[in-house]
T-cell receptor
Framework: EADIYQTPRYLVIGTGKKITLECSQTMGHDKMYWYQQDPGMELHLIHYSYGVNSTEKGDLSSESTVSRIRTEHFPLTLESARPSHTSQYLC???????????FGSGTRLTVV | QKEVEQNSGPLSVPEGAIASLNCTYSDRGSQSFFWYRQYSGKSPELIMSIYSNGDKEDGRFTAQLNKASQYVSLLIRDSQPSDSATYLCAVKVTSGSRLTFGEGTQLTVNP
């Protein structure tokens, strides 16, 4: 049973809208990550956090931002959605550096 | 050279056969290795982790690690159609503290 939750599961939104993708975990993990993945393509790390008030940009340049005010919560925000942001966004967490990650179910975002 | 490379797919095997998935990595100091399974439209699911040289078995799955040759493999015995998915290799490289994922190998098991 998944202990990391992402909402919404699917989102269709118009260009220019501000959106926040939610990610919460109940495992008390300090390490959390956001990945972007297009269908059939590889995972791209866009943001990560090693604890409260700690956030870093990942390997793929992204126009999104993240925050980590509480251990269990790691939301991702797009200030102005564009069709190029259409993708699947996956949140993950781990207890220790180098541990395997547990992934949430993902949010499939479509910007029209 | 990519840090983590997987054999290009797609890989197709008949039901009941052994599926062999391979992964090589460039950082000789890497310590932690993982295999994920990802069904189409779903999120990756951790199926195996291996940290030391040799074989690690879990049911029909066997992970093999050879640090000297810098490869890690996943064998799936008695392959089932339900094993059809993309398999991702992930490595914790020493230059960073995060996992680095390969591009994945798509496996199809034909009934």
């Amino acid at each position: 049973e998944a202990d990391i939750y992402q909402t919404p599961r699917y989102l269709v939104i118009g260009t220019g809208k501000k959106i926040t993708l939610e990610c919460s975990q109940t495992m008390g993990h300090d390490k959390m990550y956001w990945y972007q993945q297009d269908p059939g393509m590889e995972l791209h790390l866009i943001h990560y956090s090693y604890g409260v008030n700690s956030t870093e940009k990942g390997d793929l340049s992204s126009e999104s931002t993240v925050s980590r005010i509480r251990t269990e919560h790691f939301p991702l925000t797009l200030e102005s959605a564009r069709p190029s942001h259409t993708s699947q966004y996956l949140c993950a967490s781990s207890e220790y550096v180098g541990d395997g990650y547990t992934f949430g179910s993902g949010t499939r975002l479509t910007v029209v | 050279q990519k840090e983590v490379e997987q054999n290009s797919g797609p890989l197709s095997v008949p039901e009941g056969a052994i599926a062999s998935l391979n992964c090589t990595y460039s950082d000789r100091g890497s310590q932690s290795f993982f295999w994920y399974r990802q069904y189409s439209g779903k999120s990756p699911e951790l199926i195996m982790s291996i940290y030391s040289n040799g074989d690690k078995e879990d049911g029909r799955f066997t992970a093999q690690l050879n640090k000297a040759s810098q490869y890690v493999s996943l064998l799936i015995r008695d392959s089932q159609p339900s094993d059809s998915a993309t398999y991702l290799c992930a490595v914790k490289v020493t230059s960073g503290s995060r996992l680095t994922f390969g591009e994945g190998t798509q496996l199809t098991v034909n009934p």
